[in-house]
Structures are given as C-alpha cells and as structure tokens.
Nanobody, 124 residues
Framework: QLQLVESGGGLVQPGGSLRLSCVAPGFTLDDYAIGWFRQSPGKERGPVACINAEGDGPNYLGSVKGRFTVSKDNAKNTVYLQMNSLKPEDTGRYYC?????????????????WGQGTQVTVSS
C-alpha cells in the first residue's frame, strides 16, 4: 500500500519560507499526480497546489500563486512545496496526496493516498 510521508513543517515568522517534502518509501511516484492540501483551524481540508505525474502543469490556489512553488523530482521520488512570503493565514496542517494517473486535480475525491501531514505555523 502506497504511503506518503510529509516533512519540513515548522514555526516561521511572517515573510519567512519553508520547503515541504513528500516521499513514498518503497514506491515510485513516477505514475502519480500529486496534490498538496491544507487544513487550517476550523476549516475543511482544501487544495493548495497540484502537479501532474511528469512534473508539469502545476496549479495553485489563487491566494498562494506567486508565493508557493510545487515541483516533482521523479529521480529522487520526491515532491516539494516551496513556500515563500508566508502569511499567518497560511497556517495549517499540510498534506500531500497521490492519485495514479497523469493529471492532477484540486478535488480531494480524486486522490486515493494521503500522508499524515506536517504542521506549518506562521506567527510572530
């Protein structure tokens, strides 16, 4: 069973940066599109960014466009979410999710595999 593991979260001041990673120990992610989702306090889990299986076609939530960059390194079997100019409203638990197929989607229902998440807190 494909399991995803996120890392890289932490406490950062507004304006700071973090890079999240998502790996699948023992599995290759070549054939999987990946989504990054965020669950903020009191809110439902929602999409932040996604990337196609071949590492192309990234899509972003409007509020993070220009600040976040999703990338997929199939050689390293790792997906990254580079987050710059972080804001307090970016606080939440970040999850990566995988779906077998080329295209990524924002809808949670498209994803079969989820990690446990990594906490990101943006606060001064």
């Amino acid at each position: 069973q494909l399991q995803l593991v996120e890392s890289g979260g932490g406490l950062v001041q507004p304006g700071g940066s973090l890079r999240l990673s998502c790996v699948a120990p023992g599995f290759t992610l070549d054939d999987y599109a990946i989504g990054w989702f965020r669950q903020s306090p009191g809110k439902e889990r929602g999409p932040v960014a996604c990337i196609n299986a071949e590492g192309d076609g990234p899509n972003y939530l409007g509020s993070v466009k220009g600040r976040f960059t999703v990338s997929k390194d199939n050689a390293k079997n790792t997906v990254y979410l580079q987050m710059n100019s972080l804001k307090p409203e970016d606080t939440g638990r970040y999850y990566c999710a995988a779906r077998r197929g080329y295209l990524c989607y924002f809808a949670r229902s498209n994803y079969d595999h989820w990690g446990q998440g990594t906490q990101v807190t943006v606060s001064s």
